[in-house]
């Protein structure tokens, strides 16, 4: 019914850049809160960084200044722009979007998940 999908990650150096893109598809009338969430090997997901339908932002401390979230309401997508990156943020990253309304008889409200992108930083 949803799908979301994600683009951008891959292989960059200490101190680059890089920026992922996920377009929720489907037969979507509103979607709360988008996101990205990652994972690095053997840890658990956490998350990254949030923005909701209004614009309000959250970020995880470890990326406050260096990445940035945006979103696009009419599109369904949601970006993040991600600088000086570290190697501590090598993970698979996860798009996320929560309390997604679902046209239907009746309406569903669905939180969805991406299938993952990896972003490895690595000299």
């Known amino acids: 019914q949803v799908q979301l999908v994600e683009s951008g990650g891959g292989l960059v150096q200490p101190g680059g850049s890089l920026r992922l893109s996920c377009v929720a598809s489907g037969s979507i009338f509103s979607i709360n809160r988008m996101g990205w969430y990652r994972q690095a090997p053997g840890k658990e997901r956490e998350l990254v960084a949030v923005?909701?339908?209004?614009?309000?932002?959250n970020y995880a401390d470890s990326v406050k200044g260096r990445f940035a979230i945006s979103r696009d309401n009419a599109k369904n997508t949601v970006d993040l722009q991600m600088n000086t990156l570290k190697p501590e943020d090598t993970g698979v990253y996860y798009c996320?979007?929560?309390?997604?309304?679902?046209?239907?008889?009746?309406?569903?409200?669905?939180?969805?998940w991406g299938q993952g992108t990896l972003v490895t930083v690595s000299s």
């Open positions: 996320n979007a929560d309390r997604v309304g679902v046209f239907g008889t009746p309406v569903k409200f669905l939180e969805v």
């Open positions: 923005i909701t339908s209004g614009g309000s932002t």
